[in-house]
């Protein structure tokens, strides 16, 4: 009788530690942080690292990772494209990048991803899930150093999500008609959700970014994208019980009426906002919706502006208990974000051959820039002046942000 009563004590000791793991959660309309109290979220978006954009490489036809790497290998040839980009997730974001963030007073970052890092297709110089994951987890485990948690965002889903250069698709959300494309959507995230389940620093999965643009046929498109997001939720509930799921509203992350009443207890609710006047208008409708269903709110996505709006929006939302991801936190050449990095010189030989017309293969060849030598240099030196060691602090968009700027 002893041994067995020693055997149950032997047992609950090596469980305790897995009943005791805390992680992020809500309680009616607040976030609760691993400390027990209500978590207002205060961090950046990590945009261009593993979902490259176009506008951010100062392109305007090349919009989309597939179209840039495109671009880069007319250029340049498949195989040094392919070196490129390893070079270029090892360079973009690191270590010091997210001890950096950290300084500045942010408890959070959001994650951009495309789930091609999590298949067999090619993606920026790879494939493959272990490479995924090895990406992901440094960013993850460089965070939990820094005690700071995570929103992993699907920014590219099977399909495309959205229809348009965000989410690397041919120009429709054909995720929302085709089974194929759910049934790998749900395979992912239930890959990805057994393997951070019981990983504290993960804060939550955003199960797709900005759903269906709005010059699609909305009518048709808005029905379908609560029934996927609760297919989704049911594939990483199988697995992982202790996350929190954000759901971004429709039209860009900003139409809420196509969400209804809530459907899992940890459930948070994202809506978007760019380029608007900073008034309590242009958010009532998000906080109505808080009211109704006694559920969090964040702005997942916001910025992109001068410093005088970035404190007037970050001000409005933060006095209506509304937590923030300003966009982005790096960008070449640029004062609308945390920290730019210089343009190498000649740049423009790439950015100019980016725009000109290249639909068949006469095209590309003629157009190609005469330079060529010097574009391929500045192409690497964009590697160079985008490390963190290289960065160039905004200080007043830091301080717009509420944050250390010195």
């Not at 089974?179 to 395979?187: G, H, N, P, Y």
Request: some cysteine.
């Amino acid at each position: 009788m002893k041994n067995k009563l020693l055997q149950c004590l032997l047992a609950l000791l090596i469980c305790l530690p897995i009943f005791s793991q805390k992680f992020v959660s809500v309680k009616g309309k607040e976030i609760i942080g691993l400390d027990g109290k209500p978590l207002l979220i205060k961090g950046t978006n990590l945009g261009n690292w593993l979902v490259p954009e176009g506008y951010m490489f100062k392109f305007q036809m090349a919009s989309s990772p597939r179209l840039i790497n495109e671009l880069f290998s007319e250029l340049f040839g498949p195989s040094e494209t392919k070196q490129f980009w390893k070079q270029y997730l090892a360079s973009y974001i690191t270590k010091g990048d997210i001890h950096y963030l950290h300084s500045l007073g942010m408890n959070s970052i959001r994650v951009p991803f495309n789930y091609r890092l999590f298949t067999d297709e090619y993606y920026l110089g790879g494939y493959g899930i272990k490479r995924g994951f090895a990406l992901m987890d440094s960013v993850v485990n460089w965070c939990a150093a820094e005690n700071m948690t995570v929103i992993l965002d699907m920014h590219a889903a099977p399909g495309g999500q959205t229809g348009d250069n965000i989410d690397d698709s041919y120009a429709y959300p054909f995720l929302y008609e085709n089974k194929e494309d759910q049934e790998l959507l749900c395979s992912i995230w239930t890959i990805i959700a057994d393997h951070y389940k019981t990983n504290p620093t993960i804060m939550g999965y955003d199960l797709f970014n900005e759903p269906i643009a709005h010059f699609l046929d909305t009518t048709h498109l808005n029905p379908l994208l609560e029934p996927l997001f609760k297919k989704v939720t049911a594939a990483v509930r199988k697995v992982d019980k202790n996350h929190l799921i954000f759901l971004e509203g429709a039209q860009w992350a900003s139409n809420f009426s196509a969400l209804g009443k809530p459907f899992d207890s940890k459930l948070v609710y994202q809506f978007h906002k760019y380029w608007t006047p900073t008034t309590i208008e242009v958010i009532q409708s998000y906080i109505d919706f808080r009211n109704k269903y006694n559920v969090p709110i964040y702005c997942g996505e916001t910025g992109e502006n001068d410093d005088e709006w970035v404190a007037n929006f970050r001000k409005l939302l933060e006095q209506n208990n509304i937590g923030w991801h300003f966009w982005p936190y790096k960008k070449m050449n640029n004062t609308r974000g945390i920290v730019s990095f210089s343009q190498p010189a000649n740049y423009e030989l790439i950015s100019k051959y980016s725009d000109t017309a290249r639909s068949n293969f006469d095209e590309v060849r003629k157009n190609k820039p005469a330079q060529l030598d010097a574009a391929k240099k500045a192409w690497y030196q964009f590697l160079e002046n985008c490390k963190y060691e290289n960065i160039i602090p905004n200080k007043g968009y830091i301080k717009a942000l509420g944050l250390r700027a010195d």
